[in-house]
């Protein structure tokens, strides 16, 4: 079992920033993957940015040049930068981790993206 904690959301008007924080309870070095997703009212929860165990990145269409993921392994974090943030990113954000033994989500954090 991994417990994935997330931390740094909030309301943050548009254009703004927030930084997004995962804090993993087992060594995400072992991890196939860490990715970020969210869940909006409504919807069905999509994939907004993903990193490989050899570092490779993929992102949403919607957050390409705006988001960047990144990991620590030393501190087993993995983290979103999300820049220039639009009303349409508001969103419940899931943390989630992809071992051998299975997929692992977090909580979720509430970004509110308003004026």
């Known amino acids: 079992q991994v417990q994935l904690a997330e931390s740094g959301g909030g309301l943050v008007q548009p254009g703004g920033s927030l930084r997004l924080s995962c804090a993993a309870s087992r060594s995400i070095f072992s991890a196939n993957a860490m990715g970020w997703y969210r869940q909006a009212p409504g919807k069905e929860r999509e994939l907004v940015a993903l990193?490989?165990?050899?570092?490779?990145?993929n992102y949403a269409d919607s957050v390409k040049g705006r988001f960047t993921i990144s990991r620590d392994n030393t501190k087993d974090m993995v983290y979103l930068q999300m820049n220039s943030l639009k009303p349409e990113d508001t969103a419940v954000y899931y943390c989630?981790?992809?071992?051998?033994?299975?997929?692992?989500w977090g909580q979720g954090i509430q970004v509110t993206v308003s004026s």
């Open positions: 989630g981790a992809g071992y051998e033994s299975g997929h692992f």
């Open positions: 990193i490989i165990r050899g570092g490779g990145t």
